[in-house]
């Protein structure tokens, strides 16, 4: 029996729509909102009414892109949580709305176990390489740093994760410090290509386990900046490139140093990132360093399914309809979920 499925994204800023047919995505459609760059990062109540603007042109150009008609879908698969609330009502009623008009299944989908299953999306173009069970994945973005074991696509235990700022956040307000626009973690990312990643030395948290911290970092930033500024005034915009090195080797390194250390106890070879920050040129090299040392196999998700997108809920979403796992119309969007 054939399977086609609707996947809904709209946990943060973008909102996002895709067709899956038989485990193979067809489309997967973007509408990005460039209205935060002005205040420096995303305002919740700008960002839900973009998605109510955007959420039905986005649907269409998914399923007319994909060759298909509302008639034909099978399920919808959408964003719960966690994410902006107001963002998160925006596709659960849209979803809600399409399930109800056609009489079909509606199924949950949490955005962190979605970004680890983008590994296993497959599209008309390629057919790409999926890890094996178990696994360990990393899932690095703006509100999350974790390190999981992959027991299963729908089977996941979290063995280290933040106990307070993300990787993803640390990246856009130490750009922020340093006067850059929103989002700076793809800005810092291009300028560290052109600097000296051992040209400053930053605070590194001493954390005991798995777990990471980003905190130190940001405030040992903040103050490193104010000082230099005050020698001199032109300080940052003559070491630019070295301080966006500098600073996105020392997360680099927290990160895959308990990665590391995750692989060791765990004895598992198999790594994988995922989440915004695996787009990230530092992270892709230091996980490629370490597979070649520790005869590690790495997974990186192709720049496309790596930052938030509705291939990825489409993807988990046709997992969990082989397993008839649907949902009820009094299903509501949570702002804060982890995996289970």
């Known amino acids: 029996m054939s399977i086609t499925i609707l996947g809904i994204e709209s946990s943060c800023d973008d909102t996002s729509a895709s067709i899956l047919k038989d485990g ?11 209205v935060h760059m002005d205040y420096g990062g995303v305002v919740p109540e700008l960002a839900s009414r973009a998605h109510q603007q955007n959420i039905i042109p986005v649907v269409h150009q998914a399923m007319q892109k994909a060759g298909v008609t509302a008639d034909e879908i099978d399920a919808v698969a959408f964003t719960r949580g966690p994410g902006l ?37 497959d599209d008309l173009k390629n057919t790409y390489d999926h890890p094996e069970f178990p696994f360990l994945a990393l899932l690095v973005s703006g509100g999350n740093s974790q390190i999981i074991i992959v027991k299963d696509h729908l089977e996941m ?10 990787a993803g956040e640390a990246f856009d ?5 340093m006067g850059l626009p929103y989002p700076g973690g793809p800005i810092i990312d291009r300028n560290a290509k052109q600097g000296n990643p051992h040209a400053f030395e930053f605070s590194r948290p001493k954390i005991q386990g798995l777990d990471y911290s980003f905190s130190g970092l940001k405030t040992s930033f903040l103050y ?37 250390r995750a692989a060791r106890e765990t004895g598992i070879k198999q790594v994988a990132i995922a ?37 990825m809920i489409a993807i988990t979403g046709y997992f969990k309809y082989l397993k008839k796992e649907f949902v009820g119309q009094d299903t509501a969007p949570f702002a804060r979920m982890t995996i289970k």
């Not at 307000?173 to 410090?177: E, L």
């Not at 040392?293 to 997108?309: C, E, R």
């Open 24 to 34: 193979i995505i067809y489309s997967n459609i973007i509408a990005n909102q460039t």
């Open 157 to 166: 235990e979290v063995i280290g994760e933040t106990i307070d700022d993300a």
């Open 173 to 177: 307000k130490c750009a922020k410090v």
């Open 275 to 311: 989440g915004g920050v695996s787009a990230n040129s530092g992270l892709q090299n230091a996980l490629h360093e370490a597979a070649d040392k520790f005869n590690w196999k790495v997974y990186v998700p192709q720049l496309g399914y790596s930052l938030d997108n509705a291939a």
């Open 85 to 121: 609330l107001g963002s998160l009502m925006v596709g659960t009623s849209f979803a809600k709305g399409f399930a109800m008009a056609k009489n079909i299944p509606l199924i949950e989908v949490n955005h962190l176990q979605a970004h680890i299953l983008a590994h296993f999306i």
């Open 224 to 260: 490193f900046i104010r000082d230099k500024v005050k020698e001199n005034p032109n300080f940052v915009q003559e070491n630019m490139n070295d301080l966006c090195a500098s600073l996105q080797y020392t997360i680099v390194d927290i990160l895959m140093n308990k990665v590391k």
